[in-house]
């Protein structure tokens, strides 16, 4: 009998292990660079109730984005587990490790798509019916990289679906009017991220030249790379302006502009074409913080009208 005790509780243990290293491996916490510019979508769509669509909307938007990036990570280190193999920076992670293996990876991507389907649909029609066009970009940035450098674009598309999904959720109509200012946040969200992801992939342009993979740091180099990194984040802060603009935000969405801007000079004070030692703190750090700060404080100015 004892034996057969410890088997049982052998297995909750197992399966509490084997999440535990799924959560790593996908880098859940990162869900904050996305989560603020969703719930900056549903602020902004709610501003006739002070930024507020209630508790069931913002539970659902919130299931809906973790389960987005939850099955566009699982299925990109399914897609990319080969490569992570041969990449000494990636080699270390838990499919290269054989710390979970590809059938429990695809087990987590199916129960995130899963979460995905079933929070658009109680959310509203409109978000179920978009879902299969999510998904598309979801799985599909992960093989751009074998086939062109715009690769960078394809996952800051990806992204900037969080803004107009979180829009959507709260005013689903189509009007021209209404479909403006998502669409620049979207697109706003799209070069930070693709901006970012830029930078980011500085650290592998031997490997990618290496096993003909694209990016555009590979293909013109780091100097050039950062150039056309700081003009997309340039562009990316005159997009958020224009939303201000457009809605006639109050002053403390300026301040979160602003707030951006600022950060975004520092991150790229923090890498150099020569020295890129500083990479983690740019990408992880800085990041989060412009994510949460612009939509705290355009939360802020829809509260004061």
Not at 59 to 66: E, Q
Not at 158 to 164: H, L, Q, R
Request: glycine share 8%.
């Amino acid at each position: 009998m004892h034996i057969e005790a410890g088997s049982k509780t052998s297995a909750p243990a197992r399966a509490a292990k084997k999440t535990r290293i799924f959560l790593e491996a996908i880098k859940f916490e990162h869900t904050i660079f996305a989560l603020p510019f969703a719930y900056l979508g549903m602020a902004l769509a709610a501003r006739e109730n002070n930024g507020w669509p209630g508790w069931d909307k913002l539970f659902w938007i919130t299931l809906a984005m973790v389960g987005a990036r939850t099955v566009a990570m699982s299925l990109n280190r399914l897609i990319d587990a080969r490569l992570d193999e041969k990449n000494p920076r990636t080699a270390g992670r838990a499919l290269p490790r054989r710390l979970l293996g590809t059938g429990e990876m695809a087990f987590f991507a199916v129960i995130s798509g899963a979460v995905l389907c079933i929070s658009a649909w109680q959310l509203n029609p409109l978000c179920l019916k978009l879902v299969p066009v999510a998904v598309i970009f979801l799985v599909g940035y992960s093989y751009t990289k074998r086939f062109t450098w715009l690769c960078h674009f394809a996952l800051g598309l990806t992204d900037g679906i969080a803004p107009i999904g979180g829009w959507l959720a709260v005013n689903p109509s189509l009007t021209i009017q209404n479909w403006i200012p998502p669409l620049l946040l979207g697109l706003a969200v799209a070069l930070w991220v693709g901006g970012f992801d830029l930078i980011y992939a500085c650290q592998d342009i031997e490997f990618d030249r290496t096993h003909g993979l694209h990016s555009i740091p590979a293909r013109f180099g780091p100097e050039r790379a950062l150039q056309v990194s700081e003009i997309m984040h340039g562009v990316s802060v005159g997009l958020l302006a224009a939303v201000g603009g457009i809605l006639g935000l109050a002053w403390p969405f300026w301040i979160g502009v602003a707030a951006a801007a600022w950060l975004l000079i520092m991150e790229h004070r923090l890498v150099r074409p020569d020295d890129f030692s500083q990479l983690s703190v740019a990408f992880f750090n800085i990041n989060g913080y412009i994510a949460v700060s612009v939509f705290i404080f355009s939360l802020l100015a829809v509260i004061a009208g």
